[in-house]
C-alpha cells in the first residue's frame, strides 16, 4: 500500500473540474482554493458536488422576479443532500423589453450560458428560467456543454380581476387592445385594465411560449415531476425549487448527462405535449433549435403526423378559457401525461433516474377535473399546429389551427401585401387602404434576417377600417412569428423567408393565394414562369451587417425550420431526425 502523499496539497474536490491555463496544474488549483476561501468557504465545504445555478434575476425581467426566493429554495435543496451551490448570472431576457426582439437574442443567451457552464468547475447545473426565450436558450447551452443539467422554471404570474372579469397576459392584453383599437372600450379602461393584466411576478398566465416551454421542459424530463405548473409566488412553486436542488445533487452523483435525457423518444413526447396543450408555435422552432444542438433534424411532415393524430386536451387560454393556476389546480403535467399516456414513450427518462412511466406511475391516479379534457371528448380532435407545403412555402409554413377560423382554413383570396413591418405600420390604418375581409393579408421580410430575429410580426392586426365595422379574422401570412398568447387564421414561419429570395419575396398585390388545411396546402396562384420573370427583373440581395453580434447574426442564423440557431453552433454529428 502506498503511504499518502502529504508533500502535495491536496485540492478540494468540487473544484478541480476544468482548468485555468497558466501551464501548471497544481499551481492552478492552489489559487482556485484561494479566492474561494476568499469568499468565505472553508476547506470542509468544497469537498462535495459542485451544483452550478444560473442566476438570471433582472430589473429588466419581471417574469424572474421570484429569483431570489427561487435562489434561496435551490440552495437548501443542494445542501440537504449534501452538494455546494454556487450561483452566478449569465443574461436574462424579457419579451417586452428585449428590442427588437428577444429572439434576436436567445442565440447569445444561449451561448452564454453553454460558455459558462464549461468555464467553470459545476458537477451539475440548475437552469432557472422561465420568460420566453430563456428556457429554450438554456437547454440549447446546456445540450451543448453536456454535462448533467436540470431546469427549474421560474412560474407563472397570477391571473387578475376586471371589473369582475377573470384577466391575464397576455392574450387579455391583445384582447383589450383589439377593443380599444375598435373604439368599443375607451382610453380609461384601457388604462384600468393595463393594472390588473400582470398582477404578480411570474411568466404570462396563458399558454404562451413561456408556459409551453415549462411544459415542454418537463415533458423532455428536464424538471421534477410537477415542475411545470405552480405559479410563480406559491409554495408549491418554492417546493419544487427546493426538490430541484436536491434532484441536481443526485444527477451529479450519478453522472446523468443531458445527452441521455433528450433522446429522440423525450423530443417525440415534448411535440406531443405541445400539439396537446394548443402551444405556442414558438416552441417548434426552438425544439428544432434543442435538438439540432444534440445531432437531431426536426422533420415537419413527422411533426404534423403526430399533429393528425394527437388531440387538443388542455383548456387554457388562448386555445380554452383557464389560466395556469387553473391547470396547476387540476394536477398540471401528471394530469395531461396520464391521458397522453398511450401516445408517449414512458420508458424515455428524466432527470429523477427514473422513466417518465415510473414519475407518471408515481403520481397516482388523478382526480375528477375539467382542464385537461379526456381523448375522448377533446377541445379538437387533431392538434393545435398544422404543416403547409406548396409553391409559397417550400419549405413549409406552420398554421395554429386551434386558435383559427375553421372558414378561413379552406380559403382562397386576394392578397395584400405589405413590404415589410415598417409598410404595414405606415399603411395598414390608411382608410384608403383597398382591403376587404375576403382578402388575404401578406408581410415579407420578418424572418430570421429580413428582421433579424424573426419578430412575433406574425399576427397582423385586422385593419382598423375592418376592426371598426366587426371584422375580427383574417387570413394573415408571413415569414414572422407570432406570440403563444395570440390567436387568428395566421400562416407563419413562411420558409425560406422573403429576404434570402424564398417565393414570398415575389408575391404582389392582387395575386390570388389559395390555402387548405385539409390538403396542408399553401399555395400561390401564380405560375412559374410569371414567378421566374419576377425573380428575374428584382433580384434579393440577403441583408448584411458591418460588424459586432448583427454580423454574426446575419451571416450564421438557420432559416425557422433549423431553429433559428446559429449554423455553427448545432452539432457537427448527424444523428437522425425527430420525431
Ligand atoms: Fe415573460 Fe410573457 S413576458 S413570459
Ligand atoms: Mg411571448
Not at 434561496?72 to 450561483?87: F, H, I, K, N, S
Not at 447569445?108 to 436558450?137: F, H, N, S, Y
Not at 396520464?338 to 412511466?357: F, I, N, Q, S, W
Not at 393579408?441 to 385586422?462: N, Q, S, T
Request: net charge neutral.
Amino acid at each position: 500500500m502506498s503511504k499518502p502523499d502529504d508533500t502535495k496539497p491536496t485540492p478540494p474536490t468540487g473544484l478541480r473540474k476544468g482548468l485555468t491555463s497558466y501551464g501548471d496544474e497544481g499551481f492552478s488549483l492552489f489559487l482556485r482554493t484561494a479566492f474561494i476561501k476568499g469568499g468565505g468557504y472553508t476547506r470542509a465545504a468544497l469537498d462535495r458536488p459542485v451544483i452550478g445555478i444560473t442566476q438570471t434575476a433582472s430589473g429588466y425581467n419581471p417574469c424572474h422576479g421570484n429569483m431570489p426566493q427561487l435562489l434561496e429554495a435551490v440552495r437548501r435543496g443542494v445542501m440537504l443532500a449534501g452538494g455546494l451551490p454556487m450561483e452566478f448570472p449569465t443574461i436574462s431576457l424579457h419579451e417586452s423589453f428585449a428590442s427588437p426582439t428577444s429572439m434576436y437574442l436567445r442565440n447569445l443567451m444561449a451561448m452564454d450560458t453553454e460558455e459558462m457552464l464549461r468555464a467553470q468547475p459545476m458537477d451539475a447545473v440548475v437552469l432557472i428560467g422561465g420568460c420566453d426565450k430563456t428556457v429554450p436558450a438554456q437547454l440549447m447551452g446546456a445540450a451543448s456543454a453536456g454535462l448533467p443539467a436540470i431546469q427549474l422554471i421560474t412560474g407563472s404570474m397570477l391571473t387578475g380581476s376586471h371589473r369582475g372579469e377573470t384577466v391575464g397576459a397576455c392574450t387579455d392584453c391583445r384582447r383589450y387592445w383589439a377593443k380599444f383599437r375598435a373604439s368599443e372600450i375607451d382610453a380609461q379602461e384601457v388604462e384600468d385594465v393595463n393594472d390588473q393584466l400582470v398582477p404578480s411576478v411570474g411568466t404570462c398566465s396563458v399558454m404562451g411560449t413561456a408556459s409551453t416551454m415549462a411544459c415542454i421542459a418537463e415533458a423532455l424530463g428536464m424538471t421534477v415531476p410537477g415542475g411545470a405548473s405552480p405559479p410563480a409566488v406559491t409554495a408549491d412553486r418554492m417546493r419544487v425549487a427546493e426538490a430541484t436542488g436536491t434532484t441536481a445533487v443526485q444527477l451529479a452523483r450519478e453522472k446523468l448527462t443531458i445527452d441521455r435525457i433528450l433522446t429522440p423518444q423525450a423530443f417525440e413526447n415534448a411535440m406531443r405535449v405541445l400539439l396537446a396543450i394548443g402551444g405556442s408555435t414558438n416552441a417548434i422552432v426552438h425544439l428544432a433549435a434543442i435538438a439540432g444542438r444534440l445531432g437531431y433534424e426536426l422533420d415537419l411532415r413527422g411533426l404534423d403526423r403526430l399533429g393528425r393524430e394527437t388531440p387538443v386536451l388542455l383548456d387554457l387560454k388562448p386555445t380554452g378559457q383557464h389560466y395556469m393556476e387553473h391547470f396547476h389546480a387540476a394536477g398540471g403535467m401528471a394530469t395531461l401525461l396520464r391521458e397522453l399516456k398511450p401516445l408517449l414513450h414512458l420508458d424515455a427518462m428524466t432527470v429523477t433516474g427514473r422513466t417518465l412511466g415510473e414519475e407518471l406511475d408515481a403520481a397516482g391516479p388523478g382526480f375528477a377535473q375539467d382542464v385537461v379534457k379526456t381523448r375522448a371528448n377533446p377541445i379538437h380532435a387533431q392538434g393545435s399546429v398544422a404543416v403547409l407545403w406548396g409553391n409559397l412555402a417550400p419549405g413549409g409554413a406552420i398554421v395554429k389551427q386551434s386558435a383559427a377560423d375553421p372558414r378561413l382554413m379552406e380559403h382562397e383570396g386576394r392578397a395584400v401585401v405589405f413590404e415589410n413591418a415598417a409598410d404595414l405600420a405606415a399603411r395598414l390604418d390608411d382608410p384608403a387602404l383597398d382591403v376587404t375581409a375576403d382578402d388575404v393579408l401578406v408581410l415579407k421580410r420578418i424572418g430570421p434576417k429580413g428582421h433579424p430575429g424573426m419578430p412575433e410580426a406574425g399576427y397582423l392586426p385586422i385593419p382598423k377600417k375592418l376592426a371598426q365595422q366587426g371584422v375580427k379574422d383574417m387570413l394573415r401570412i408571413s415569414d414572422g412569428r407570432m406570440s403563444g398568447t395570440a390567436f387568428g387564421s395566421i400562416v407563419l414561419h413562411v420558409t425560406p423567408e422573403a429576404a434570402i429570395g424564398g417565393p414570398l419575396a415575389w408575391v404582389r398585390n392582387g395575386d390570388r393565394i389559395r390555402i387548405s388545411l385539409s390538403r396542408r396546402e399553401l399555395a400561390l396562384l401564380v405560375s412559374d414562369e410569371e414567378l421566374a420573370a419576377r425573380r428575374a427583373a428584382e433580384p434579393v440581395v440577403p441583408p448584411t451587417a458591418e460588424r459586432g453580434y448583427r454580423k454574426l447574426f446575419l451571416d450564421t442564423v438557420t432559416q425557422a425550420d433549423r431553429g433559428v440557431d446559429f449554423d455553427f453552433l448545432a452539432s457537427a454529428t448527424r444523428r437522425g431526425s425527430v420525431p
